[in-house]
């Protein structure tokens, strides 16, 4: 799996670039841009981001383990004194994506390092992410969704069936409960299918409903409430329930 994001070069145990030679004795704030766009940048004491590229082009992509295995090294580098996560796109991770991105940033914040964010738009998935943070800006245009998780699957057997193929599941006649083929197969969902997916989304909505009652103070059944209802429904409201800490644009953090 792929993530948009930024793997920082003075983490890495090859060969360093001049540019990480030269901030080897200031302090650094590290930026952590989850978006289409790769950059790695590293803020001295003086101010100002000192841009570092890896790799052939800025387009490059790095998976997932090096985006981990980057933050876990900046636990213990003393040379990082704090963290800005910037987010302008909802990109493609997932809620394991978020889970261990989570955990890392929780890890960072508890050995003194601060975390900032900055971020275009607002989701279950990346509130909960963002929940660990010391302080969330976040963009007056902003987008902000609070109506839990959902999950739909397509059924292709009618489509298939039409070109002529048919899909033979073979299965164990008790294992219910193996239904990765079922949309071949069948033109409905089991009630297994269905249990087994809403068993997963529930616990993903109930991590985020505990994550979110302790950052804003909200009980759990206020939180269930307002997703029902499809609010917060905008930066401002989101600001006074306390889902971010500020509104405002990138430069109040990169200044």
């Not at 940048?41 to 101010?47: A, K, L, M, W």
């Not at 889970?99 to 508890?110: A, D, G, N, P, Y």
């Not at 902000?144 to 959902?150: A, D, L, S, T």
Request: proline content about 2%.
């Amino acid at each position: 799996v792929i993530v948009s994001a930024i793997v920082v070069a003075a983490l890495r145990e090859k060969k360093k670039l001049p540019e990480e030679k030269a901030m080897e004795a200031r302090p650094a704030i590290l930026k952590i841009d989850i978006n289409t766009a790769f950059e790695i940048e590293e803020r001295n004491s003086r101010g100002g981001f000192i841009s570092i590229r890896i790799g052939k082009s800025k387009g490059n992509r790095y998976s997932s383990y090096q985006f981990l295995n980057a933050l876990e090294r900046a636990i213990s580098d003393d040379k990082i004194k704090g963290i800005y996560l910037k987010i302008m796109e909802p990109g493609m991770l997932t809620f394991s994506h978020m889970f261990e991105i989570k955990q890392l940033l929780t890890r960072l914040r508890e050995s003194g390092k601060f975390i900032y964010a900055y971020t275009t738009f607002l989701t279950p998935g990346y509130s909960y992410l963002l929940a660990s943070c010391d302080t969330i800006v976040m963009d007056p245009q902003g987008f902000v969704i609070w109506n839990g998780y959902f999950s739909s699957v397509l059924y292709w057997k009618q489509l298939l069936n039409k070109f002529g193929i048919r899909i033979k599941d073979m299965r164990a006649r008790e294992n219910k409960y193996k239904a990765f083929a079922e949309n071949l197969t069948s033109d409905t969902m089991s009630n297994e299918l269905r249990t087994q997916i809403s068993e997963v989304l529930q616990e993903r909505w109930n991590a985020v409903l505990e994550e979110m009652s302790r950052r804003t103070g909200l009980s759990v059944e206020q939180l269930k409430a307002m997703a029902d209802s499809l609010h917060p429904a905008s930066v401002y409201e989101a600001l006074n329930l306390k889902f971010i800490d500020m509104i405002g644009k990138d430069n109040i953090i990169d200044t």
